[in-house]
């Protein structure tokens, strides 16, 4: 059975850590990015250094044409995807809800929760094992904001993961019996790029000591946790979401 595992937003922080251990745990992988080509051609070049197998593509995640390219190029490249991690996200900058506007909200949510949507729908169609795939797995990237809520920061962000919390339980459900496993991870602070968008890059360190653990996830603690899940180590595992967010 191909071993092709798709990584969305795989150039940068999680996502590439996730490209990276995925590769190295047998994966052919393929990353999309939306607009970093120099970072992502990094992440691949590293990958095949290593004696991976790797292969970027520019494709956004709420857009149904780029995202339809981005499984068939996956699938010529290197075969049936079997996997999928659905880890682009965008957050915008700190702000109440009063002063957010709806070209922001529709933003978050079309890249958030539109493109996790898309994804799965795309993935679903072709792993289930009824429509004649092989089965597979998907593992969704929610955050910690789903429960805490974001107050006066990101509820934009926040809802779009809570969302993507109640999608990952039903698709679950929905495929279980068709060979496909739908589970998820909600990262705490996880020091990356992401926190520039907030306008304080400084934010994962700022909070830290909020942390019950007194400390900054890292991108590769994510990845392991959404690996295992993706892998057959996690065979009775379904619709299940977990925390690594240091007790967060
Ligand atoms: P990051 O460092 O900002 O990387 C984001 C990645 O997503 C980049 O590869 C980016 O591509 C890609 N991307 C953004 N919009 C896209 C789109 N429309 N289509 C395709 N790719 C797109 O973010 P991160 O911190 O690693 O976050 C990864 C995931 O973890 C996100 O879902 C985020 O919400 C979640 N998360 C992060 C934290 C944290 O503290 N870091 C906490 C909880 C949850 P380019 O390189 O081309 O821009």
Redesign the pocket.
């Known amino acids: 059975m191909a071993r092709t595992l798709i990584v969305?937003?795989?150039?940068?922080?999680?996502?590439a850590a996730c490209a990276r251990l995925g590769a190295r745990a047998g994966w052919s992988v393929c990353l999309?990015?939306?607009?970093?080509e120099a970072?992502?051609a990094a992440v691949v070049h590293e990958i095949e250094q290593a004696g991976g197998r790797a292969l970027a593509i520019a494709?956004?995640?709420?857009s149904e044409l780029n995202v339809t390219d981005l499984f068939d190029r996956a699938e010529k490249a290197f075969g049936e995807v079997t996997g999928l991690i659905n880890?682009?996200?965008?957050?915008a900058s700190a702000s109440t809800l009063a002063n957010i506007e709806l070209s922001r909200w529709t933003a978050t949510l079309a890249?958030?929760l539109t493109?996790t949507f898309l994804c799965a729908r795309e993935a679903v169609r072709r792993m289930a094992v009824s429509a004649g795939g092989a089965g597979g797995s998907i593992v969704n990237?929610?955050?910690?904001?789903a429960v805490l809520g974001a107050p006066s920061e990101f509820i934009d962000y926040a809802a779009s993961?809570g969302a993507i919390d109640a999608l990952t339980i039903g698709l679950a459900k929905e495929v279980a019996a068709d060979g496909i496993r739908v589970n998820g991870v909600r990262?705490?602070?996880?020091d990356?790029?992401?926190?520039e968008s907030s306008g304080d890059p400084s934010r994962?360190k700022r909070l830290a000591p909020t942390v019950p653990m007194q400390r900054t996830g890292t991108?590769e603690e994510v990845a392991r946790t959404i690996l295992w899940l993706l892998s057959d180590d996690a065979s009775y595992c379904t619709g299940v979401t977990i925390n690594v967010s240091g007790g967060r």
């Open positions: 969305t937003g795989g150039s940068r922080g999680i996502g999309s990015y939306r607009a970093n970072a992502a494709s956004d995640v709420s880890n682009a996200g965008i957050l890249t958030n493109g990237v929610s955050s910690m904001a993961k990262p705490g602070l996880i990356t790029g992401i926190h994962a991108t």
